[in-house]
Structure formats: structure tokens, C-alpha cells
């Protein structure tokens, strides 16, 4: 299926999940915009690289998805929205009595409020250019809970209950809006978790990936970001004309059990 002419915002772009979805999105042949609130000079050679290993346009925009003119910005800024892709996100463990106030805030404005802007600023661009993806990158934690998780939960729970709204108030458009649901994905902010749990458990690294992390993923194996990239790459097809305010699980069977 050839993207051609559309162009793909797709926030938190920069590493791990949002840059793999970029790149299938470009190898489908998606104009990108990458996004991240670094703006360093690799954040610009990543998007330069990409343009020129896929033959489109990408291009590195700057925009802090904590805050609301930003993730409008950024929007506005790109000039076109044909697919947009609500990625950015973070993550912090903590009970809920020891939760730190400012982690609760930022995780609900980068993993929840953000979708809410930039899906503002892109839809009159879809109802103008007469085509539209919405595709949000939720989780396993939208359908499901875990303990000290809480900020993340409600943001994943919260950004699937925006999903159908969105679907809702376009579902006479030809727009559609879905939420991809992965397990694990073996990104940074995995990565970023093991040694904490290596020295919590006393295990060694593949004890913690298999016996911890993958604990409720019953294939026992993480998902890739190529395959969440061939996801967001299937929902903008005509196969998925009619598939719109659902969710779509990238599991290994977490939500199954
Ligand atoms: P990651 O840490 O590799 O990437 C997060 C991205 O968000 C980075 O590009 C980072 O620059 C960006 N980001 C963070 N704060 C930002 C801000 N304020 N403004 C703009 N960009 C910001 O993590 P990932 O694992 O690739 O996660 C991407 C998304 O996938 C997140 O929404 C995460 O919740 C979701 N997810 C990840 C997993 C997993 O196992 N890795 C599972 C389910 C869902």
C-alpha cells in the first residue's frame, strides 16, 4: 500500500516506538514529522537520514508535549496532517501515597492531554484534505491495571475512552481514529527499567526480561517496533476503512489472559 502524498505527525518520535512507526510510515511512502522537546542536531540528522533512506520528506520538529500551545504548534507548524500518530509518553513507579504530584501531572499532560491538542489542531486539517488517521499509541495499561501504576493506567485508560470520541464525532468523515494496544516493546523506557528490577529481584538480566517484565506476556516475547509500525501502517489502509473507535492489541496474548 503506497502513503504517497500524506503527510504523518508522529509526537515522541525520536527513539523506541514513535521512530519506528515513523519509519515503516515512511517506508510506505509518508511524508514524516518527527517529533521530540530536544531539538539536538541528531534529532535533525535522524529526520534527514530517514528522508533520504526512503525517498520523502521528513523533517524534525521541536515541541514540548507536556504543554498545550506546543502540541498545537506543532500541528500548525507541520502544515499538513493526514495521519497523526499520538506516541509521546513517559512512565514512573511509585504506590499512590508516595506518587510525586509533578510525575502525576506530567504523565497525564504528555500521555493523555497531548492527543487532546494535537487531535484538535489536525482534525480540521483531515475534514479539509478530506482523509484522515488518527492513531494513538495507548497499552496493555489501557485495558488493564497494575500496582504503581497509576498515573500511567488512567492515562492509558483515559487516551482509549479519547479514541472513541474522537471516532464518534468523525464517524461520517472519511477519518478514522484507533488505539494500538502493545505488551511489551523493547525500547529505552523498558530498558530503562531492567537494572532497578535486576537489583529489586536479585535476578539476572534474562530472569527479569522472562520471569518480570514478560510475566504477563504469554508468547514470552517482547513485540518490535517494526510490528507497531506495520499496525499504524494497516490502520491507514482502505482495509481499515470501517475499523474506527477501537483498540487494537499488540500483546502477545497480556489482554487474553
Ligand atoms: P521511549 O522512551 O523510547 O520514547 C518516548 C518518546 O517520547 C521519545 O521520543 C521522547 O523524546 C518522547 N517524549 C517524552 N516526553 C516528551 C515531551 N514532553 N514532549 C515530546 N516528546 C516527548 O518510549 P517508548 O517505549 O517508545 O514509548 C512510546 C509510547 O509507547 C509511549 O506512549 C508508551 O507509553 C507506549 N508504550 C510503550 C510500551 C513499551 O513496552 N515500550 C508498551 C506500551 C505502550
Redesign the pocket.
Known amino acids: 500500500m503506497s502513503l504517497k502524498g500524506k503527510t504523518a505527525i508522529i ?10 512507526v515513523a519509519r515503516e510510515l515512511a517506508k510506505a511512502g509518508a511524508d514524516v514529522v518527527l ?4 531539538d539536538s542536531d541528531e534529532d535533525h540528522k535522524l529526520a534527514a537520514d530517514l528522508g533520504a533512506e526512503f525517498g520523502v520528506t521528513a523533517r524534525y520538529i521541536k ?5 498545550a500551545t ?1 502540541c498545537r504548534a506543532l500541528v500548525e507548524q507541520a502544515g499538513a496532517c493526514d495521519i497523526l500518530v ?6 514512573h513507579v511509585s504506590a499512590i501515597e508516595d506518587f510525586p504530584i509533578e510525575k502525576w501531572d ?1 504523565i497525564i ?3 493523555l492531554s ?1 492527543a487532546f491538542h494535537t487531535t484538535a489542531a489536525a482534525l480540521p486539517m483531515m475534514r479539509k484534505a478530506g482523509w484522515g488517521r488518527v492513531v494513538n ?5 489501557g485495558l488493564t491495571a497494575s500496582p504503581y501504576k497509576s498515573a ?1 493506567v488512567a492515562a ?1 485508560h483515559g487516551i482509549v475512552g479519547f479514541t472513541k470520541v474522537t471516532a464518534l464525532e468523525t464517524a461520517e468523515d472519511p477519518i478514522t481514529a484507533n488505539a494500538i ?10 530498558e ?1 527499567q531492567i537494572p532497578d528490577t535486576m537489583k529489586k529481584y536479585d535476578m539476572d538480566r534474562e530472569t527479569v526480561i522472562r520471569e518480570v517484565i514478560l510475566d504477563r506476556q504469554p508468547s514470552k516475547q ?2 518490535t ?1 517494526e510490528q507497531l509500525g506495520g499496525t499504524a501502517v494497516f490502520l491507514c489502509s482502505s482495509a481499515a476503512e470501517q475499523i474506527t473507535g477501537t483498540t487494537i492489541s499488540v500483546d502477545g496474548g497480556w489482554t487474553a489472559l
Do not use: R, W
Open positions: 509526537t515522541g518520535s525520536n527513539s523506541g516506538i514513535g521512530l519506528g517529533n521530540s522537546f530536544t515541541a514540548d508535549m507536556s504543554k506546543e499520538n506516541n509521546a509518553g513517559i512512565q506530567a499532560a504528555i500521555n497531548s499509541i495507548a497499552s496493555a495499561h500511567y492509558k494496544c502493545p505488551g511489551y516493546v523493547h525500547t529505552p523506557l523498558v530503562a517482547f513485540a517496533v
